[in-house]
Antibody, heavy 118, light 108 residues
Framework: QIQLVQSGAEVKPPGASVKLSCKTS????????ISWVRQAPGQGLEWMGW????????QYAQRFQGRVTMTRDTSTSTAYMELRSLRSDDTAVYYC???????????WGQGTLVTVSS | SYVLTQPPSVSVAPGKPATITCGGN??????VHWYRQKPGQAPVLVIS???DRPSGIPERFSGSNSGNTATLTISRVEAGDEADYYC???????????FGGGTKLTVL
């Protein structure tokens, strides 16, 4: 079955960087891209960006441009998302989701809680 | 940027139909997708491209989209349907995914 398993919770001080992983299985990794979506405590879903399954093409939400990098490792079917210059309002659960064309996230990982605190 | 507007909350009695709306400028020209999120869980896609049900989603879930409003309907609500529901579109001009603010469905 299709699974996306994300890395564990992180606690980071303001100004630091965090790199999250999303290991996939149950489908052909290179056929589908990965979207990253975050959810601040008690808030709604916010799309951060997408990386293609075919190549390294990315599309980032404007508000994260310059602060986020999405990468992938086809040898391990794993996607990564790095967010830099962390602020307290980056505290959120971060989800990866399978997304063929960067339009419809269909299968989601379990989420990773990132807490930004001094 | 494109804005999707959902009512913050909807309440319905068990066995009754629930309707959750998603408003957007000419949203009828876009494909609308709906997600259910239960507390502490990841979102689950329940309707894609306006009205398609993914495998495993009960027939009680249906969707429609026309004009400036898309609608998710749950025909006979059960206690287990209590969750937050989000609509989502892909905005072609920006090549961005956009989510609505979410609607909390309460089963009375």
């Amino acid at each position: 079955q299709i699974q996306l398993v994300q890395s564990g919770a992180e606690v980071k001080p303001p100004g630091a960087s965090v790199k999250l992983s999303c290991k996939t299985s149950g489908y052909t990794f290179t056929t589908y891209g990965i979207s990253w979506v975050r959810q601040a405590p008690g808030q709604g879903l916010e799309w951060m960006g997408w990386i293609s399954g075919y190549n390294d093409n990315t599309q980032y939400a404007q508000r994260f441009q310059g602060r986020v990098t999405m990468t992938r490792d086809t040898s391990t079917s794993t996607a990564y998302m790095e967010l830099r210059s962390l602020r307290s309002d980056d505290t959120a659960v971060y989800y990866c989701a399978r997304d063929e064309a960067g339009q419809v996230p269909d299968y989601w990982g379990q989420g990773t809680l990132v807490t930004v605190s001094s | 940027s494109y804005v999707l507007t959902q009512p913050p909350s909807v309440s319905v009695a068990p066995g009754k139909p629930a309707t959750i709306t998603c408003g957007g400028n000419n949203i009828g020209s876009k494909g609308v997708h709906w997600y259910r999120q239960k507390p502490g869980q990841a979102p689950v896609l329940v309707i894609s491209y306006d009205s398609d049900r993914p495998s495993g989603i009960p027939e009680r879930f249906s969707g429609s989209n026309s004009g400036n409003t898309a609608t998710l309907t749950i025909s006979r609500v059960e206690a287990g349907d209590e969750a937050d529901y989000y609509c989502q579109v892909w905005e072609s001009s920006s090549d961005h995914v956009v989510f609505g603010g979410g609607t909390k469905l309460t089963v009375l």
